[in-house]
Every structure is written in C-alpha cells, then in structure tokens.
C-alpha cells in the first residue's frame, strides 16, 4: 500500500496562474484534508471532505477550491495563486468514523508551492 | 474555542536520555483526542501516540507515552531513551466536536545530541 500520495512535490507558480494538487489515498479511507504548513504556524486546515461528494471549509479556504473527484481522490485548485499561498500543503486521510484512534490522520508527502 | 499550546519552541536532549514535550489544550467539549506527530527534516508527517480523553491510562507506543492529565488539560509526549533519529518537530493535535478534524500546535523543535 502507497498510504496517501500527493503531486507534484515540488510547483513554482507565478501570480495569477492557476494549478491543481493532487492526492489519492489507498486505505479506504473516508474523509480527506487538505492542510497548508508555514513557518511557525503549525498545520492549518484548508478543506476536508467527510466522504465522497461532500466538502466542507477548514480554517483558511479563501483562495482555494477543491473536488471530491471519487473516494479515493481529492484535489485542491488554487484558482489564481497569490504569493501569499507560498506553503507546503499536506494532504490526509482518515477512517472517518469519529471513533477514537479511528480519527488519527495519515498524511502525504506534501507539496512545496512557491508562488513568485 | 479549540486551542493547542506547545510553549517550547526547542529543546535539546542528549542521546539515550528520557525527554518530554509540553503540550497544553482548551476544549469545552467532553469527547475529544489528543494525537502526536513528528516531523523530521525530510518532511513528512508521522502519526505517533493518540489518547482518547475518555481513556483511563496513559497511552504508550514503544519508547513514547502520552502524560495525560486531564484535570490540566495536558498532555505531554514523554520520549524514552532518546535516539538521534528523534531530532524533528513535534506537533500536538486535538479532535474536536466529535469530528475527525484536527487542531495543531505550533510544534516543538526537538535536537539529540550525542
């Protein structure tokens, strides 16, 4: 089993362009997160998902949208990227029960985004 | 509000010692979990240890232990015999609202030395 896989690793954008990321999960997972991570601030919630089809805003969505696209895949679009958005952004996945150590999140590798 | 406080920005520790990370939470909810992940270098996230808050005893995995005291609202990851493979960033999470969601710390900066 791969766990949780994102692409690409690394991205230098220049503002205004767009791009997506993209992640896939292998474990059967229900619920999937987007996270962005800056210096000093810890992990901040972008967007997750529940299950297949719904999704929902985290801590810090303006600027981002993301899709569902199956139970495996879940992919987050930076519509006109900003320097601001310059971060590394993790995806994850869980069993999504909300049960106990079921809730524990599995993360990617990540994704450096420079945006110039 | 959810909040998780790591107040140690670094700590060192030498090889083979025991060490611990605070980590200090705020929740008015009765049903959450407290999670631990290390960061080493190369960047990647690392699950380590959960603790239910309903749970009775301190949870262990190998050399880590979780030091709950939930009159405190702590809950302290305690490293045993410390590795050099230990050096990384530490983040403290909680559950909340009965959700998977998860709240994080800003971290700690663990250094082993020899």
């Known amino acids: 089993n791969a766990g949780v896989t994102q692409t690409p690793k690394f991205q230098v954008l220049k503002t205004g362009q767009s791009m997506t990321l993209q992640c896939a999960q292998d474990m059967n997972h229900n619920s999937m997160y987007w996270y962005r991570q800056d210096p000093g601030m810890g992990l901040r919630l972008i967007y997750y998902s529940a299950s297949e089809g719904t999704t929902d805003k985290g801590e810090v969505p303006n600027g981002y949208n993301v899709s569902r696209l199956n139970k495996r895949e879940f992919s987050l679009r930076l519509e006109s990227a900003a320097p601001s958005q310059t971060s590394v952004y993790f995806c994850?996945?869980?069993?999504?029960?909300?049960?106990?150590?079921?809730?524990?999140?599995?993360f990617g590798p990540g994704t450096r985004l420079l945006v110039l | 509000a959810q909040k998780i406080t790591q107040t140690q920005p670094g700590m060192f520790v030498q090889e083979k010692e025991a060490v611990t990370l605070d980590c200090t939470y705020d929740?008015?909810?009765?049903?959450?979990?407290l999670f631990w992940y290390k960061q080493p270098s190369s960047g990647e996230m690392i699950f380590l240890i959960y603790?239910?808050?309903?749970?009775?005893q301190n949870a262990t995995e190998g050399r880590y232990s979780l030091n709950f005291q939930k009159a405190r609202k702590s809950a302290n990851l305690v490293i045993s015999a410390s590795q050099l493979g230990d050096s990384a960033m530490y983040f403290c999470?909680?559950?909340?609202?009965?959700?998977?969601?998860?709240?994080f710390g800003t971290g700690t900066r663990l250094q082993v030395f020899p």
């Open positions: 603790q239910g808050s309903y749970d009775q």
């Open positions: 929740t008015s909810d009765p049903s959450y979990g």
């Open positions: 999470a909680m559950s909340y609202y009965n959700t998977d969601k998860l709240i």
């Open positions: 994850a996945s869980s069993v999504g029960i909300a049960s106990g150590a079921q809730e524990t999140q599995y």
